[in-house]
């Protein structure tokens, strides 16, 4: 069984920066990847970002350039460096785990969110 932690949630003014880690427990298939997702009030839980075989993070847009995904090499931990902060960033963040692409298949794990608010 899988388990996933995030921690480093927080309140930032606009402009500042977060780390979010994110720990596995458990087997972790090697061909699955990691990523980031999150969810903002009343809104659908949406892609942030991910880990891919070939090496090449995917983000969402609305993060491009603002937001780096990282993991350990023995891909129990992964981590979201999050610059630039703006209040529409403000959501739960979910880390997940999944062996399909996570821009278009739902991941198979799931960690308990952590909050993240952008306030001044």
């Known amino acids: 069984q899988v388990q996933l932690v995030e921690s480093g949630g927080g309140m930032v003014q606009p402009g500042g920066s977060l780390r979010l880690s994110c720990a596995a427990s458990g087997r972790i298939p090697s061909d699955y990847r990691m990523g980031w997702y999150r969810q903002a009030p009343g809104q659908v839980r949406l892609f942030v970002a991910t880990t891919s075989a070939d090496g090449i993070s995917r983000y969402a847009d609305s993060v491009k350039d603002r937001f780096t995904i990282s993991e350990d090499s023995a891909k129990n931990a992964v981590y979201l460096q999050m610059n630039s902060l703006k209040d529409e960033d403000t959501a739960i963040y979910y880390c997940?785990?999944?062996?399909?692409?996570?821009?278009?298949?739902?991941?198979?794990?799931w960690g308990q969110g952590t909050q993240v608010t952008v306030s001044s």
């Open positions: 997940a785990a999944g062996r399909k692409d996570m821009r278009y298949w739902s991941p198979d794990y």
